[in-house]
């Protein structure tokens, strides 16, 4: 078999550089889950559809199923494992948990890392902003109104 | 069971809005307030675990290879090329795995084994050492198919002489004395509801009405999609992790299907991503462990998302043909239903559906004469399983959109119609089953949704050419009821075990895939055990090594079942610790109280003893110690329920019944065929709120869900029989974009005598008979009768048009 050719990366993650040797076909996806071990990040489509990977590139939220991680070269990458303030939950976060924006919490990440890449672009949307920023995300669960709710909330601080 | 004599209240909540002040009483420490969901930080974190996420040392991936037919012979599966892939570490197919699988109709191959059913159909699998590997080497394998026709119309289906999807039909084993399959045909279940005079009830009415009614196959569309790993260990042991929502059935269908010993099964079930019935039963996990077994080591299959449309099952199809009887005040004499449920390749789960939808298919009313014959039907498509409603929102869809046909010939306001029939104290269910005041009030439900989105009475069909700006506007209303389906035997355990600290564990095998289930379990806990609500933990992943047995997380069963076992549970703690109080406080039990984690002497406070001194064991000053830890144990199993019989369907099926209804307002564009919710206004008689947020926010989540249902979401196949629509790009679900202007909530409590603090199961009803309400609005909207969902953009303009 043909050994495959692997490409060096330089990847700011949260607060973390990772420099990795990685195939061209690895996505940003693979690239967070499998080889920085953060989780947190789902798979629900794996092809720009569903939203459930939604992380921020350089603070704009994108699908990273639609990414290879070599387009990340050099990038700053912001997951859900970023979010967290200390040993505090971040003020979307908290808000999630309140307002029952949560239930089986599947699309909670990718729902959370688009909202915080609507707030980093504009901190007083409108609810027209908020349902815009969040159209790409799918939710089964909650039929979106509570998450709605939630990301209200933190902007109406 | 505890009874508490509260008088019935009604909770209104508009989510837009305003919020109205909610009656709450102040008897209960914790029931029926708002707590947040207790798995909530772990979820907004990214922490929480799905089997999405796990990995196991030496793990190996699987993938599998799908039929491209929707029927036809294996001729020959050649797997040589595949197994010399380097990486490739076991190759297997339907021909060495002579098992047959299934929860009620023991019919489902783990592999197809020399026909395929349906297209998506796995008829090889691979383990490699990655997915990539695994998807090449399905590539190299060479399967030698004879194409037959395949059996598509679930009319053509249910005829005698069709071709069979089954021929072995007889040969299964299945649940004796409850399904009652049709040999050499392609009817693995024949429910039969008899009751009355039929020739009677037709000759009183004044009004005789006849109609069809159809609605497609549909996916759950769970966001995490099915995975399971499993390692098959030596001795015929092995491990489980799976994302499903019964542990114990998983494990029981298996030790079944492979002849083990449960003891030596483990099946763990970490966070869930979502069931909605699509993953209940048995799934991926006996196909996992033959690549297990056969590569030794630990093996993980994920679904991808096109693989969870037309590989894992979905929801059946219905074709219903509703007739009834009516006299000129509106009374209805006799009603038949004739119900054809397209139950695809499979129906292991299905035949239940076509049993326990049948008892509700004749909607929430009285109906002196009936006859019901409901037929699961095979055909060449990806089969169906539960879905939320369990078929009622199939069902309901015909009835309700009936009710509104026959109301407008009768020149009779719909509500007024459907109040006039509905059941009541004293009436008897289409089984035989008598209704009692405490068994809900649909009446009630359906009137405070015509309340909430102004119904005017008497209304007037619409008419889509006088549309002013190419919108038009009518408004729909539509009941709903349904009982948990399960057998008659079911039951749910509990165990409460204490820490030093007087903190406890509560250990359950009911699955919280975002029902907010162990969030309610934490509060009924906390309340019996009269305990600090944050001292008591509901121990997360459930694990048949160590958690207690449970039938199955299904049926919206859970709040009933599980809270009454947590009570039993509690109390049995309680008096553990009252019995050792009592000696060490040298009284009798009866005088003791306990409060706030202590036990004292109701008319002495002064004497008390914290619990932390008591659940380890008690300890005298001079170290003699008496008790012991202390171990609540609970349970409930459902009683007095019956078998239907299988020649007239008369019995008692129904744990509880919950009631509801929709009222829709809606705004057709006549010009793009688009349909837009301005207002859905829902009433569900729960019994009691036990937790407001979380009865909130899932009735929105389900009265969305059955949005998708009413106006996106149907299976498309081509004329082979070829799934054409297989993902998000083709699929729609409800996006942000798509919620209704306004949702209003009603919750109902007429206490359920039986139901923990009256609570009854409020989980799939949101979203059933919101295709009905909106297929009412339709007509008052445009003057155009629906007979089939979903009211998509296409499928209203050529309505409109034709």
Redesign the interface.
């Known amino acids: 078999?043909k050994t495959e050719k692997l490409f060096k990366i330089k990847v700011k993650v949260n607060s973390e550089f990772y420099e990795r040797a990685v195939p061209a076909r690895m996505t940003l996806l693979q690239f967070v889950?499998d080889e920085c071990n953060?989780?947190?990040?789902?798979?629900?489509?794996?092809?720009g559809?569903?939203g459930?990977c939604t992380v921020l590139l350089d603070g704009k939220a994108i699908n990273a199923c639609m990414m290879f991680a070599v387009e990340a070269d050099g990038h700053k990458i912001e997951?859900?494992?970023g979010?967290?303030r200390g040993e505090k939950?971040s003020d979307?976060?908290?808000a999630?948990?309140?307002n029952?924006?949560?239930?089986?919490?599947?699309?909670?990440?990718g729902m959370?890392m688009s909202a915080r890449g609507l707030l980093k672009k504009k901190s007083k949307p409108t609810d027209k902003e908020i349902?815009?920023a969040?159209?790409?995300?799918?939710?089964?669960?909650?039929?979106?109104?509570?998450?709605?709710e939630a990301i209200r909330a933190v902007a109406r601080k | 069971m505890p009874m508490h004599g509260l008088s019935s209240n009604n909770r209104s909540h508009p989510c837009r809005g305003k919020k109205i002040k909610l009656t709450m009483k102040e008897e209960y420490k914790y029931i029926g307030k708002s707590y947040p969901r207790i798995d909530g930080p772990a979820k907004v974190t990214g922490s929480a675990e799905y089997v999405h996420d796990l990995k196991l040392p030496g793990m190996l991936y699987a993938r599998i290879l799908k039929s491209p037919h929707a029927s036809s012979k294996i001729k020959s599966i050649n797997i040589d090329m595949a197994k010399k892939l380097p990486g490739v570490k076991a190759v297997v197919t339907g021909k060495e795995l002579n098992y047959k699988v299934g929860l009620y109709m023991i019919d489902k191959d783990i592999l197809a084994r020399d026909y395929v059913r349906y297209q998506g159909e796995p008829v090889a699998a691979v383990a490699a050492i990655d997915e990539l590997t695994a998807e090449k080497a399905c590539k190299l394998i060479d399967v030698d198919y004879e194409i037959i026709e395949p059996v598509l119309d679930v009319m053509e289906a249910a005829k005698k002489g069709s071709k069979l999807v089954h021929p072995e039909l007889k040969k299964y084993s299945f649940m004796k004395g409850v399904f009652d399959p049709q040999p050499n045909t392609n009817i693995p279940h024949w429910q039969k509801i008899r009751k009355g005079d039929m020739k009677k009830g037709w000759e009183e009415a004044d009004l005789i009405v006849e109609n069809d009614f159809w609605n497609p196959p549909v996916q759950h569309v769970a966001m995490e999609t099915h995975t399971a790993i499993v390692r098959a260990l030596p001795q015929n042991k092995a491990e489980i992790w799976t994302s499903a929502q019964s542990p114990f059935t998983v494990r029981n269908l298996f030790c079944v299907c492979f002849g083990l010993r449960h003891q030596d099964v483990r099946v763990r079930i970490p966070s869930v991503g979502g069931g909605f019935g699509g993953k209940a039963g048995i799934h991926l996990e006996p196909l996992v462990y033959c690549l297990s077994k056969k590569s030794g080591r630990p093996v993980k299959l994920t679904m991808t998302r096109e693989e969870e449309f037309n590989t894992i099952p979905s929801r059946q199809g219905l074709r219903s043909f509703l007739k009834t009887g009516v006299k000129k005040d509106g009374t209805i004499t006799a009603y038949e239903a004739k119900l054809y449920w397209d139950a695809g390749a499979y129906a292991d789960y299905g035949v239940n559906i076509g049993r326990a939808a049948a008892t509700a298919s004749a909607g929430p009313y009285e109906v002196p004469n009936c006859h019901v014959d409901s037929f699961v039907v095979y055909t060449n498509k990806v089969f169906g399983t539960a879905y939320r409603g369990f078929g009622h929102l199939e069902v309901l869809w015909g009835v309700e959109r009936h009710m509104d046909i026959i109301a407008a010939k009768l020149k009779i306001d719909p509500l007024e119609f459907r109040l006039k029939n509905a059941l009541r104290d004293g009436s008897k269910t289409i089984t035989g089953e008598r209704i009692y005041s405490h068994t809900g009030r649909v009446d009630k439900c359906l009137k405070s949704v015509a309340k909430e989105i102004g119904w005017e009475k008497n209304p007037k069909p619409g008419n889509w050419k006088k549309a002013v700006n190419g919108k038009i506007r009518g408004k729909g209303i539509a009941a709903l009821q349904k009982a948990p389906a399960m057998p008659t035997f079911t039951s749910c355990s509990v165990v409460i075990k204490f820490n030093e600290d007087a903190s406890c564990d509560l250990l359950v095998s009911g699955v919280d895939y975002g029902q907010g289930t162990y969030t309610m379990l934490t509060q009924v806990a906390a309340e019996e055990l009269k305990l600090p609500i944050e001292k008591v933990n509901v121990v997360w992943d459930c694990d048949t090594s160590t958690n207690p047995y449970d039938w199955q997380t299904v049926a919206s069963r859970f709040a009933v079942m599980g809270g009454n076992a947590t009570i039993d549970a509690a109390h049995d703690a309680l008096r553990q610790i009252k019995e050792v109080a009592a000696q060490a406080l040298r009284c009798p039990v009866g005088d003791l109280v306990c409060e706030d984690g202590k036990v004292f002497i109701k008319h002495n406070p002064d004497e008390t003893i914290p619990y932390e001194k008591i659940v380890m064991g008690y300890v005298y000053p001079n170290g003699n110690s008496i008790g012991g830890p202390v171990i609540g144990r609970g349970r409930f199993i459902a009683q007095g329920l019956t078998n239907l019989d299988l020649k007239t369907g008369q019995g008692l099926p129904a744990l509880d019944w919950t009631f509801g209804a929709h009222g829709v307002e809606i705004e057709v564009d006549v010009d793009t065929g688009e349909i837009k919710i301005i207002k859905i206004a829902t009433s569900l008689d729960a019994g009691k709120v036990l937790n407001e947020q979380q009865c909130v926010t899932q009735t929105i989540g389900g009265v969305v869900q059955g949005l998708g249902s009413a106006v996106l979401e149907e299976f498309k196949f081509d004329k082979k029989g070829r799934l054409q629509n297989a993902g998000f790009v083709d699929y729609k679900i409800p996006t942000a974009k798509d919620l209704p202007g306004k949702f209003a909530l009603i919750f109902l409590e007429t206490e359920l005598p039986h139901g923990p603090y009256g609570a009854r199961g409020i989980a799939e009803h949101p979203m059933i008979s919101v295709p009905g309400a909106v297929g009412n609005a339709f007509y008052y909207a445009t003057g155009i009768e629906a007979f089939e969902f979903p009211l998509t953009p296409e499928r209203v303009f050529f309505m409109l048009r034709q």
């Open positions: 078999m889950r953060l989780t947190g990040t789902k798979e629900g489509c794996g092809i559809e569903c459930t997951t859900i494992e979010e967290q939950l979307l976060q908290q999630f948990v309140d029952g924006a949560v239930q089986c919490g599947f699309c909670t990440p959370i349902i815009e969040i159209s790409g995300n799918l939710c089964r669960c909650t039929g979106y109104l509570p998450i709605i």
